[in-house]
């Protein structure tokens, strides 16, 4: 049986190996511990094993997860959908947001952005699969998206984050990455953030300069989507 402390230790020895392997500083790249539909529990146990970076899609499940671990001192991500209505709970409750597509849902987040609390950390989520993909901006939108935000008082913008279109073939992997990384360079804000890489892809995503990797499965084990 595999535990949570193990399944940290062998993806952080596939981050340090994907690291070398470019002669990247492994301290560049932070993992992001996707933990969407498993218990409190198990996020207690990661915590243990020295995780801090915990990333849900959900905004209720969550913040049910957030109220049981308030006695822990854990940095919390947003990184599913957003809905308007959902903004709100997003900006008191979450340090980061990856997952930031459109103008609407930014401005109220930075309306909405706690004044005790500092600026919320937001990626801006690309679609670099064209039509397969329904989150994301497009290429085309970006620049006027990103200087947008950029403006905008309660957040600080960090970067981009993708979710390109599943594949096992590592060249298509290393494309789809390095067109994100491509886009923020020509974005050339100054941004040091590109949130990218999951379970079956950190390899390719850090080779092309991922410095969150967003790490579910590998972790927790396969999500039983019926028991969430
Ligand atoms: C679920 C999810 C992940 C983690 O995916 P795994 O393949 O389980 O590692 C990463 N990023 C986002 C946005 C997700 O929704």
Same mark, same amino acid.
């Given at each position: 049986?595999?535990?949570?402390?193990?399944?940290?230790?062998?993806?952080?020895?596939?981050?340090?190996?994907?690291?070398?392997?470019?002669?990247?500083?492994?301290?560049?790249?932070?993992?992001?511990?996707?933990?969407?539909?498993?218990?409190?529990?198990?996020?207690?146990?990661?915590?243990?094993?020295?995780?801090?970076?915990?990333?849900?899609?959900?905004?209720?499940?969550?913040?049910?997860?957030?109220?049981?671990?308030?006695?822990?001192?854990?940095?919390?991500?947003?990184?599913?959908?957003?809905?308007?209505?959902?903004?709100?709970?997003?900006?008191?409750?979450?340090?980061?947001?990856?997952?930031v597509d459109r103008l609407k849902?930014a401005q109220?987040?930075?309306?909405?952005?706690?004044?005790?609390?500092?600026?919320?950390?937001?990626?801006i989520?690309v679609?670099?699969?064209?039509?397969?993909?329904?989150?994301?901006c497009t290429p085309t939108d970006l620049p006027a998206l990103a200087a947008a935000i950029s403006a905008l008082?309660?957040?600080?913008l960090?970067?981009?984050? $993708? +979710?390109?279109?599943?594949?096992?073939?590592?060249?298509?992997?290393? %494309?789809? =990455?390095? *067109?994100?990384?491509?886009l !923020?360079?020509s974005l050339n804000m100054?941004?040091?953030?590109?949130?990218?890489?999951?379970?079956?892809?950190?390899?390719? $995503? +850090?080779?092309?300069?991922?410095?969150?990797?967003?790490?579910?499965? %590998?972790? =927790?084990? *396969?999500?039983?989507?019926? !028991?969430?």
């Amino acid at each position: 049986m595999s535990t949570i402390a193990g399944n940290i230790a062998q993806v952080e020895a596939r981050i340090r190996a994907a690291a070398l392997a470019v002669q990247r500083d492994v301290t560049s790249i932070h993992l992001l511990a996707v933990s969407k539909t498993k218990p409190a529990g198990a996020l207690r146990e990661a915590h243990a094993a020295g995780i801090r970076d915990f990333g849900e899609n959900y905004l209720q499940e969550a913040r049910t997860k957030q109220v049981e671990l308030a006695d822990l001192p854990l940095c919390w991500h947003f990184i599913g959908p957003i809905q308007s209505n959902k903004t709100r709970d997003i900006a008191e409750h979450f340090a980061w947001v990856h997952s930031v597509d459109r103008l609407k849902i930014a401005q109220r987040l930075s309306e909405q952005r706690p004044a005790d609390l500092p600026p919320l950390n937001i990626c801006i989520q690309v679609n670099v699969s064209g039509e397969a993909s329904k989150s994301g901006c497009t290429p085309t939108d970006l620049p006027a998206l990103a200087a947008a935000i950029s403006a905008l008082p309660r957040l600080k913008l960090r970067g981009l984050m $993708a +979710i390109p279109e599943p594949t096992e073939d590592r060249a298509e992997q290393d %494309a789809a =990455f390095a *067109a994100v990384r491509t886009l !923020q360079e020509s974005l050339n804000m100054g941004l040091d953030t590109l949130s990218m890489g999951m379970s079956h892809d950190l390899e390719s $995503a +850090i080779a092309q300069g991922a410095t969150w990797v967003r790490i579910g499965t %590998a972790l =927790f084990g *396969a999500r039983d989507y019926g !028991q969430a």
